[in-house]
Each structure stands twice: as structure tokens, then as C-alpha cells.
């Protein structure tokens, strides 16, 4: 009789075990499983782009001073740009359409870059367009908006058409945007492999940084040890 009770204890110790590890293995794997998926919260670039710092993640925004969808986005990616640790890097590439005054903002962009007030009138020239809904549609009225923010209008107007560098900043532009094929803006792309669009995310610009989070840190566990810069 004890040898029996014995056997049957045996029995439900071995029945146990097997419960409660199969019951680990399967929360393991719910524990693992990403909460965005490739086709559905991003996409893979068919071509990914070389980004100059191994090291880092990069971070990309594809946007317009046209678009109101990347006016309303600017503050939140703005305040998320600021809490990014050390080793992810923040960069803003414009679109080059063939829509009104896309391409001129894209060379404004760049020219603003060249002559080192991009970051005083990036806001700026935002709330001008989209605020104060001023048509800044031409060099000429551009010109004028550069003027009355403290910028030389003729050293702005000169850069703007003879620039070299402006001139090659533009066309790197439209190359990137061929590999980016995205459907609109804003869109973020994370370390030259992956496009995040707002539509892929319940037209949310917040899920759209929480992709993007998800995104960095799967390319910060890839990186080669030692290369840390937090």
C-alpha cells in the first residue's frame, strides 16, 4: 500500500513538472514574440542604405514644410528627438516632389543648412505656412520670409541657386527618396533598413515612435560589442 502511494506520488510529481514547464515555455515565447510585425507596423527596404557610423542607429524623418500631417508630428518628434540616448543619431530628410513647393522647401532646407540656420528657422518657417498660412510658394517670397528672420536675402538667394553643396545635398535627397518609396509623409526610417508610416499604425504619429523605439533597439542589439556610446 505505501509502495503504491509512493508510485502515485512519483506519478503527480512527474505530471506537475510537466505542467508547470510546459506553461513556462509557452509564456517564454508569448514573452518573445515582437508586438510589431514586418508588412504590417513597418517594412523592410528592398534596398537598405549605408549610414556613415556603424556604431550608431540612425534615425531618419521623411518630411515636408508643405505637409500639415509633418507640421502637427513636429512637436512630438521634436521632444522625442530629445530623450534618444547617445548612440542613436537624428537626422530629417525633405521630400522632392512634384508637388507645389515641395521642391522648394527641400532646397530651402538645404540652403538653410549651408548658411547654419536650419535649427533657429525650422519651426519658423512651419507656423508660417501652416499657422499664419502664408504662401511661400517661390524663391521670391521665401527670399523675403529668410529676410525678416535675420538672413541676408541675396547671400540666401545666391546659395540657394549656386551652392555646390545645396546642389548635391538636393540630389541626394531624391536618391534616398527613391530607395524610401514611401506613400507620404512623415515617415521615419530606422538605420537605412525600415519605413514607418503613420497609416501603418492606425494613422497614429505616437505608434509611429513607439515603432520606431521597438525598431532602434532591435538594431542596438546588433551592433558589434564594444560600440556602445551611451
Request: aromatic share 14%.
Amino acid at each position: 500500500m505505501l509502495k503504491l502511494f509512493e508510485d502515485r506520488f512519483r506519478f503527480f510529481k512527474v505530471i506537475t513538472f510537466a505542467l508547470v514547464f510546459s506553461t513556462t515555455a509557452v509564456f517564454a515565447i508569448f514573452a518573445n514574440a515582437s508586438p510589431y510585425e514586418e508588412g504590417t507596423h513597418y517594412v523592410l527596404l528592398e534596398v537598405p542604405i549605408q549610414t556613415p557610423d556603424s556604431s550608431v542607429v540612425e534615425v531618419t524623418e521623411y518630411f515636408s514644410y508643405g505637409c500639415p500631417h509633418c507640421y502637427r508630428f513636429e512637436p512630438l518628434v521634436s521632444r522625442w528627438k530629445q530623450s534618444l540616448s547617445g548612440d542613436v543619431v537624428f537626422n530629417r530628410s525633405p521630400a522632392v516632389w512634384s508637388v507645389t513647393g515641395y521642391e522648394l522647401y527641400a532646397r530651402t532646407y538645404y540652403t538653410a543648412k549651408a548658411l547654419g540656420v536650419l535649427e533657429k528657422l525650422h519651426l519658423p518657417l512651419f507656423s508660417a505656412i501652416h499657422s499664419e498660412r502664408r504662401s511661400l510658394v517661390d524663391l521670391q517670397s521665401m527670399t523675403e520670409f529668410m529676410a525678416e528672420n535675420g538672413v541676408d536675402p541675396e547671400k540666401f538667394a545666391k546659395t540657394f541657386n549656386d551652392s555646390f553643396g545645396v546642389k548635391a545635398m538636393y540630389q541626394q535627397a531624391i536618391a534616398r527618396q527613391q530607395i524610401y518609396r514611401s506613400s507620404g509623409v512623415p515617415a521615419l526610417i530606422i538605420n537605412g533598413k525600415y519605413r514607418i508610416e503613420a497609416a501603418m499604425v492606425d494613422n497614429s504619429n505616437a505608434n509611429m515612435l513607439k515603432v520606431a523605439d521597438f525598431l532602434i533597439e532591435r538594431e542596438r542589439r546588433l551592433k558589434p560589442v564594444g560600440t556602445d556610446n551611451e
